[in-house]
């Protein structure tokens, strides 16, 4: 069995979000975490249907980092989040 690395906080967190607009997906990560984060674009699929977003942000422990994570993927415009 593999044992997992404990992650102190605070630390730098990414989370990806995938989606099929990119405003839409700018506009959920606005929500869930304001507008002072970093977010970019980083991949869409070959067809152009799906984007990517990442989310550089500091979390301050592991029930913000979820709450985050719940935030994010509880919006129906966001098909993903990793």
Known sequence: MEK????TYPCAWQYK???????ELRQVIIQA???GEQVF???SSSNGKYHC???EITVQSQEVRDSI????KK???VKMVL
């Open 75 to 77: 919006h129906a415009g």
């Open 41 to 43: 674009h980083s991949n």
């Open 53 to 55: 977003l990442n989310l």
């Open 33 to 35: 975490v304001g507008d």
């Open 4 to 7: 997992k690395e404990a992650v």
């Open 17 to 23: 979000v995938i989606g099929m607009e990119i405003e």
């Open 69 to 72: 994570y719940c935030l994010l």
